[in-house]
């Protein structure tokens, strides 16, 4: 029996529906911003935590500050203003951390107060979460160039201060948001008494994951 030939034709094609330059792999940049630089696996923007460099870090701020370095690893120099989600019990806020104008190959760093989320941390039943977003312009009028996001970062009271952390401590050391164990305490208190909880209602609020979980939404930030 003889294998059946793909008539050359369809493969051409095929080939003809393909965007401009992805024969070859070259790089194309949309509003959304590119996914790499080609051959180099490295974004064209990257926001990190300063004070949390790793997914198991953790720091204890006395003052409500944190930093974002904000890097640019293209060849042009990039207008990046940088804004906050909170995602704090069952409050969703947004802050604008500001504008910061990074040259080409370089780090600048932009300040994050989050006193502006005007929020008492003290009061937080679960950890809160936060996620910040970069929107890069090579001129200040002109077109997004490039978005990019920090990773998560959580927080709760510590003492007189905040503890803020990354996923990892999260998950291993905080109890995965329930930081005081204030669930886990409900729970047993249900079960000691044959009761059994569909949820732990506004308990569970910070850390529901909807389409609003807290980060800077598309629809509502320029």
């Known amino acids: 029996m003889k294998t059946p030939r793909i008539p050359t034709l ?20 949309g509003a959304s911003g590119a996914a790499c630089n080609e051959g180099t696996g490295t974004p064209p923007l990257g926001l990190t935590w300063q004070e949390l460099p790793s997914e198991a870090s953790i720091v204890n701020l ?7 370095a904000v890097t640019n690893n293209t060849k042009a120099t990039l207008r990046v203003r940088v804004r906050v989600g909170g995602a704090l019990d069952a409050v969703r806020k947004t802050i604008d951390a500001g504008e910061v104008v990074v040259k080409a190959k370089s780090t600048a760093v932009v300040t994050v107060n989050l006193a502006a989320f005007q929020y008492s ?56 948001g ?9 729970r047993r208190w249900a079960t000691a008494r044959g009761l059994r909880l569909g949820g732990v209602g506004s308990l569970g609020a910070g850390l529901a994951l909807t389409d609003n979980d807290g980060g800077p939404q598309e629809g509502t930030i320029p």
Request: without cysteine; hydrophobic residues 50%; proline residues 5%.
């Open 62 to 68: 006395s003052v409500p500050l944190v930093h974002l």
């Open 10 to 29: 369809f493969l051409t094609g095929l080939l003809a529906f393909l965007p401009a330059g992805s024969a070859q792999g070259q790089l194309t940049a």
């Open 121 to 176: 941390f003290t009061s937080l039943q679960l950890a809160g979460r936060l996620v910040a977003k970069g929107i890069a312009r090579r001129e200040s009028t002109g077109p997004v160039a490039h978005v990019a996001y920090s990773p998560h970062a959580y927080l709760h009271p510590q003492g007189g201060g905040i503890a803020v952390y990354r996923t990892g401590a999260f998950l291993d050391q905080f109890g995965a």
């Open 178 to 186: 329930d930081f005081a164990g204030r669930a886990v305490a409900l």
